[in-house]
């Protein structure tokens, strides 16, 4: 066994404030501190409530009048909101605005693609550019709060909230909540053109018992320090202004009563400064979840856990004063949630400004420059997963056929949670292409969908579609799945396209013509079966707005595939979960001694010798990796040279690899770097991501491409959260996906 030094170093570092033009951090707190001193027990209480605006709109004005509520949530319309706040201003007692919150998740009017496409990017900067245009738009009418980024780590694609995840990876995660609560907050919160971010779900909400949406997990504490809390420690470092707890129970107790998570973590250890929301009734469903026995008994849970702001259900400020009477909570505790939320307030500049301007419209314009990011995430969205015989990109003066019931969608393709996105303003592929066919870079495009929708089971559009696909060059399908069969609470069983999809590529297949599948869809599907049947597969997610001309620029070559995976793709459900960072067993899968269970003799006996940890119908590979996504041209990579070959804790260590574009178009890498630590105190994932760029090089191009990593991050949590430093040898592995790598080997010396 090798000698072990732990090096302990500090999780508990202090919080970045709150960005704000308004004052510092101190300044604010001062404010904070006058405001309390001016407010009526009742007034505080009111702070903490949060109605949704589908109540009737008498009810809500009355209840901002008499200052029974702090923020709404779903108001759109700029001269209610202005009228609104004029009510909490003037009229309510204790003349504190109202913060107004709305799901602002991939977009506003102009929508990106879904989260789990802008991870596909692997494009950080281009992530933070679309999260600061949705942000301008967001705030222009108004509203000064999204609940976004969700920053829960998903490993299964059943799960149907995987769409608005960043995928599977801890790393790639953290580097994207950072992107994004940049591009909504900015460094001033109260910024005409920027909003408070809000990081959820707290916590381990993609854990969910079988991918079953609001289910139980059971996360021992050294997966959660390890895997899903790193990147809302990420969101605390960034100064995110408020947390969403989560819908689930955690190991036993719901997030909203999570004292543990509220207090223990996020306050204590993070000293986070901002306030924490419930979500949507999530504090009256710890009844049902059982843990307590009446609405009040969850409000007084949540408040002693941590809960700032409960969304939609009132049982913390209904029986706030009670709870206060009784000695159950002492009254300091008031103080301490409703300072919570006017802190925010102030900063985001709400008591200067809390209405919109009277200029302002809704839904707002859509300036040019928000369209040309929302194009271009979506172009650098799309993954290349198959390009069998170069069919992509498709070459000038091509006849395509358009067949698909993804190809004309305008709602589907906008995907799940995009509220103000506006159907008539989507570009389709089938509008893009058609567009492309009379300007000439095709040579025609004709559209016959074959099937209506996704789930379309019916046969009768076939016969079109494959007299379509006679008289092409080439068919390009648009299948998948359509927006509604993924998001909250639609989590599926089956992962194969559904509906009749995979007959009509069969058929269409038999044609004999080269068939393109492009995939629009909020998840990864199962793909095996139709694989065999087309030439080429691009996976689209759903794109957003923009998504029709960015997939025809990607089909016909104006632009490469640029899309890297950003979670696994598996070749059956009955694979799942199955993600690259696993920890190696001490039976690791073995190709040589693996029986695929055809070759299992018949009355075969019993016997473990040779067995590892594979399935015998499917072995071990997944069908796509993580990272993985071709490229219209090739490239080579070096092996990675290290600027030492020993660590010491404190030092830096420079990872430079050798990038070749080895092929005759431009293309992007994305250079990736992993690392294993194959003998620890405890076990370790077999790779972990720590860095990765995305390099556009020409033909015949090489570039250097250089990491720069501290000793810390190879360090590791332990079940108590404190990260460790352990002496010892590290493989690190530099590439173009979590499988195919080159590897050198590093000593730590902490
Ligand atoms: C429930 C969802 O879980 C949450 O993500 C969302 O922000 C709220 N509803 C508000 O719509």
Redesign the pocket.
């Known amino acids: 066994m090798k000698f072990l030094r732990l090096v302990l170093f500090a999780t508990h570092a202090a919080a970045s404030p709150l960005p704000s033009s308004v004052g510092s951090a101190g300044e604010i707190d001062s404010r904070v501190s006058q405001l309390l001193e001016g407010l009526s027990r009742e007034a505080k209480i009111g702070q903490l409530q949060q109605l949704p605006g589908h109540l009737p709109a008498a009810e809500i004005e009355s209840a901002v009048r008499a200052g029974r509520v702090g923020s709404l949530?779903?108001v759109t319309d700029p001269a209610r909101l202005r009228e609104l706040q004029r009510i909490a201003v003037e009229e309510s007692p204790g003349g504190i605005p109202l913060i107004i919150?709305r799901?602002v998740i991939h977009g506003f009017r102009t929508i990106a693609p879904i989260p789990l496409g802008l991870a596909a990017t692997w494009n950080p900067e281009l992530v933070e550019a679309n999260c600061a245009a949705a942000a301008a738009e967001t705030r222009s009418v108004g509203i000064h709060w999204t609940?976004a980024p969700?920053i829960d780590i998903a490993r299964d694609p059943r799960w149907g909230r995987v769409a608005?995840s960043p995928g599977e990876d801890p790393f790639l995660a953290r580097r994207l909540c950072a992107a994004m609560v940049r591009g909504f907050q900015g460094d001033d919160l109260a910024a005409p053109d920027r909003i408070a971010a809000?990081a959820?779900?707290f916590a381990a909400y993609g854990a969910a018992l079988g991918g079953r949406d609001y289910n139980t997990t059971w996360v021992p504490d050294q997966q959660l320090w390890e895997v899903y809390l790193p990147p809302f420690k990420t969101a605390v470092d960034h100064g995110v202004a408020t947390f969403?707890t989560a819908?689930n129970d955690l190991n036993g107790v719901p997030c909203s009563g999570s004292a543990f998570l509220l207090d223990e973590v996020l306050r204590k250890r993070w000293d986070f400064s901002g306030f924490v929301v419930s979500?949507?009734a999530s504090v009256t469903q710890m009844v049902p979840h059982g843990i307590a026995a009446d609405d009040r008994e969850a409000g007084l849970l949540a408040i002693r856990a941590g809960v700032d702001m409960e969304?939609a259900t009132p049982s913390m400020a209904e029986h706030f004063a009670s709870f206060i009477d009784a000695g159950k909570v002492p009254p300091e505790r008031l103080d301490e949630l409703v300072g919570n939320i006017l802190r925010v307030k102030l900063a985001l500049g709400l008591f200067e400004r809390p209405g919109p301007p009277e200029t302002a419209v809704y839904p707002p314009e859509m300036a040019p420059e928000s369209l040309r990011l929302a194009e271009q995430a979506a172009a650098e969205s799309l993954v290349l997963l198959k390009n069998d015989g170069g069919v992509l990109p498709l070459p000038a003066g091509s006849k395509v056929a358009v067949i698909g019931p993804l190809a004309d969608a305008p709602a589907d393709q906008l995907g799940t949670w995009s509220f103000d996105g506006i159907a008539e303003d989507v570009v389709t592929p089938r509008a893009a292409l058609e567009a492309d066919g009379a300007a000439g870079s095709l040579a025609s495009a004709r559209f016959v969908p074959g099937l209506a929708y996704s789930r379309d089971k019916s046969r009768d559009g076939f016969a079109a579609a494959l007299e379509a696909a006679d008289e092409a060059d080439v068919v390009l399908f648009f299948g998948g799945e359509e927006a509604i069969l993924s998001g909250?609470a639609h989590s599926r069983a089956r992962l194969h396209l559904p509906g009749a999809q995979e007959e009509l590529l069969a058929a269409l297949h038999a044609t004999g013509k080269p068939v393109v599948l492009v995939v629009l869809a909020g998840r990864p599907l199962v793909l095996e079966p139709v694989l065999p049947l087309v030439d080429a597969v691009l996976y689209a997610w759903h794109p957003g707005t923009m998504g029709g001309p960015a997939i025809a620029k990607v089909l016909r070559g104006e632009l490469d595939p640029s899309g890297r995976l950003p979670i696994t793709f598996p070749r059956a459900e009955g694979q799942i979960p199955i993600y690259h960072g696993h920890r190696n067993t001490g039976r690791p899968f073995n190709p040589d001694s693996w029986s695929h269970i055809d070759d299992i003799p018949v009355g075969a006996e019993q016997t473990s010798l040779g067995n590892e940890s594979h399935y015998l119908d499917l072995g071990h590979e997944p069908q796509f990796w993580f990272g993985e996504g071709l490229s219209y041209t090739r490239f080579r990579h070096g092996e990675p040279e290290l600027s030492t070959t020993e660590l010491r804790g404190g030092g830096t260590l420079e990872v430079t690899t050798t990038f070749t574009n080895t092929g005759e178009r431009s293309g992007h890498v994305v250079a990736q770097l992993y690392f294993r630590d194959p003998a620890a105190s405890i076990t370790r994932p077999v790779s972990e991501l720590a860095g990765f760029r995305k390099i556009l090089l020409g033909p015949g191009e090489s570039r250097q491409v250089r990491f720069e990593l501290a000793a810390e991050d190879f360090a590791f949590p332990g079940p108590d959260g404190e990260a460790r430093l352990e002496a010892g040898t590290i493989e690190i592995m530099v590439g173009t996906s979590a499988r195919d790598h080159r590897s050198a080997t590093l000593r730590i010396e902490p």
């Open positions: 949530i779903n919150g799901d609940f969700m608005e809000c959820k779900h969403m819908f979500d949507w969304m909250e």
